[in-house]
């Protein structure tokens, strides 16, 4: 394991600049806005700390070059939500869960947590679409024999005229070209992405298609209905935050934020499941003032934890039957991400 440690002054760069016209403008932040992010310089600071590397991560196997809060601020090309622009859409690609109440819950639940981590934009859903409305082609993974998607195909929807992005979701596993395996997503730095959070699943790899499927069989490049069985996960805790790690993460790359090299933070890259695992829910103190200089912050996610998560102790909604909404929120996975915002807000309010 290998710990990436940056000097305090490198850090107060990376953070607020030398340029005098920025740290002007960081003078000007609310005093428990500045004290909060000025943790990211203290070496007793119990809320940021730095990288640890365990090979083959993201940072060694993807060099480029690190963004201080000035290259974000001065990118004339950033994207930066307009009076007229200001909602976030997400829409599903087939079915979520493994019942409609279920996948209703699931994507109402990425939903909030996406309202309160950009807080001050509105989220809003798109009428959900059935595979055979991306016109995709598709294949069966012959590592997997799981159902896949063509990728490189799903950008098929119109924007709303007031999006700032577009998001769309699904259980199905993507591949980008013929010669990948799989990918897990994608975000342009304009106004649309796409992942799938089937892998995020704890049975993904010992799950089968119905059948096993060994060789695609169809009737018809437009003959989708082989789908109507396709491998769901169940919504646990663990997936549920998983999801809301890449939702937040890729959205962050539409808005302009790199992979952040400077402390542990949710905008770090990932080169699979243990490091996305590692990677925190939280943005360091760099990338916040990004965002924050974007859209403004306030920390809402105290409340989306602890909205509607009241329920059995370990329930989840595979074991819930079709026909009550408002299923038990399983968020017993966010629990220590609960206690560090708390934290923040101490630091904030002092």
């Excluded at 809003?124 to 598709?138: D, H, I, M, N």
């Excluded at 089968?208 to 060789?215: D, F």
Aim: glycine content about 6%; overall charge neutral; hydrophobic content about 35%.
């Amino acid at each position: 394991m290998q710990i990436v440690r940056h000097s305090e002054q490198t850090l107060k760069t990376a953070l607020i600049s030398k340029n005098p016209v920025l740290v002007s403008q960081y003078e000007k932040l609310d005093a428990g806005e500045q004290r909060l992010m000025n943790e990211a310089f203290q070496p007793a600071s119990d809320l940021f700390g730095p990288i640890t590397l365990h090979s083959p991560d993201w940072i060694t196997s993807h060099p480029e070059a690190p963004q201080v809060f000035e290259q974000f601020f001065s990118d004339p090309y950033r994207k930066t939500p307009s009076p007229d622009k200001r909602s976030i859409y997400i829409q599903a690609i087939g079915s979520l869960g493994n019942t409609r109440i279920i996948s209703e819950e699931y994507i109402k639940w990425l939903m909030g947590y996406c309202k309160a981590y950009f807080y001050g934009l509105r989220v809003k859903l798109l009428e959900p679409v059935p595979v055979s409305a991306t016109r995709c082609s598709f294949t069966v993974n012959e590592n997997t024999q799981n159902l896949q998607i063509h990728a490189g195909e799903l950008h098929n929807f119109k924007k709303p005229e007031n999006a700032f992005c577009v998001v769309e979701i699904t259980m199905i596993d993507l591949y980008p070209r013929d010669s990948w395996n799989f990918v897990s997503g994608q975000a342009s730095d304009r106004w649309y992405s796409f992942f799938c959070f089937a892998r995020y699943g704890s049975d993904f790899y010992s799950m089968r298609h119905e059948g096993k499927v060994k060789k695609l069989k169809k009737t018809s490049s437009s003959d989708y209905s082989i789908f109507d069985n396709c491998y769901i996960p169940e919504i646990t805790s663990v997936l549920l935050l998983r999801s809301c790690k890449t939702l937040t993460h890729e959205i962050g790359h539409i808005f302009g934020l790199r992979h952040c090299q400077w402390l542990a933070c949710l905008m770090q890259g990932s080169n699979h499941l243990e490091e996305t695992d590692r990677r925190p829910l939280n943005l360091c103190p760099t990338c916040l003032h990004k965002l924050q200089c974007a859209i403004g912050f306030r920390i809402a996610l105290v409340r989306w934890i602890d909205d509607e998560s009241s329920g059995t102790p370990g329930a989840t909604p595979e074991h819930s039957r079709e026909g009550n909404g408002n299923l038990p929120k399983p968020v017993e996975a966010f629990k220590e991400w609960k206690e560090w915002i708390i934290k923040c807000l101490a630091v904030l309010q002092k």
